[in-house]
């Protein structure tokens, strides 16, 4: 089931606003990491990005933030894919995140102005943890396929709402795989991160989740770091393990000893950006 969360702080590795809008205004944004959506189809790149010169050649795709900002208030909104791939500590949090649920998590950002919506009700393929970083937006939820007949996309009759709820600056919202939603902005600019998190259980979301949010007394999010804690840790490591070496051949693992070591968490090849 969905369900909203209220930690009293966030993880330090969540970037505020300022930060965001530094990176959008530095002048090295350009697709396909900047992407703007209007009325559910993806914005045309000549529409907000230009051209430059760069020792000279001519180089497309980079973010023009008036542009941006033109579109933003004319109904638009903004998508920052794999926000995890450039953005530091945004990649410390996925990465954490996903040592602890054992599935891969990405990041992607979204903006949106009061009273506007990036997508009709549609489901996504991956678990996700809704982190707001400014505004208020108003999400309604409904419930998961029961069975695995189901694709993600457009949902044209969603059924009952399962949750219906405003989230503010620090809030955290939980969306099941598969849940059909929607979402409209209820104040200001909202923006907030998508993290995404790939057939992981809501068990172990729910166990991840309270780590990242836990506080020390410093007032700072931190791990918890008990004995029987560190012991469930082992335990999902081993669990993890034995399942991807009953998956894997021989000859895979093989060529596997063989060839490069795999990628770190977080730096897995670019799925498609999930919809918000």
Request: with cysteine; net charge negative; charged share 25%.
């Amino acid at each position: 089931m969905p369900e909203v969360f209220h930690p009293g702080v966030l993880p330090q590795e969540v970037p505020g606003l300022d930060d965001l809008g530094d990176a959008l205004r530095g002048g090295l944004m350009r697709t396909p990491y900047v992407e703007m959506v209007r009325e559910g189809a993806v914005v045309e790149a000549h529409e907000f990005c230009a051209e430059r010169v760069v020792a000279g050649r001519v180089a497309e795709g980079f973010a023009d933030p008036e542009c941006v900002m033109r579109l933003l208030g004319e109904g638009a909104t903004l998508l920052l894919p794999q926000l995890d791939q450039w953005h530091a500590s945004v990649g410390e949090l996925t990465a954490r995140l996903a040592h602890d649920v054992g599935r891969r998590v990405e990041a992607f950002c979204f903006a949106t102005m009061a009273g506007r919506r990036g997508l009709d009700v549609h489901r996504d393929d991956a678990d996700v943890l809704v982190v707001q970083v400014a505004g208020r937006k108003e999400w309604t939820v409904y419930g998961a396929p029961a069975n695995g007949h189901w694709r993600p996309g457009p949902v044209p009759e969603p059924g009952e709402p399962v949750l219906r709820t405003v989230i503010g600056a620090g809030d955290v919202l939980y969306v099941p795989r598969g849940a059909p939603h929607t979402a409209t902005g209820d104040e200001g600019l909202s923006v907030h991160i998508a993290l995404t998190i790939r057939e992981a259980g809501t068990a172990r979301i729910r166990q991840a989740l309270a780590a990242l949010l836990a506080e020390d007394p410093g007032g700072r999010a931190a791990r918890p770091l008990t004995d029987d804690q560190l012991l469930d840790s082992v335990r999902d490591a081993i669990e993890v393990a034995r399942k991807a070496l009953d998956e894997v051949t021989p000859e895979e693992l093989l060529a596997r000893a063989r060839g490069p070591l795999p990628d770190l968490p977080g730096a897995a090849p670019r799925a498609d950006w999930p919809t918000a």
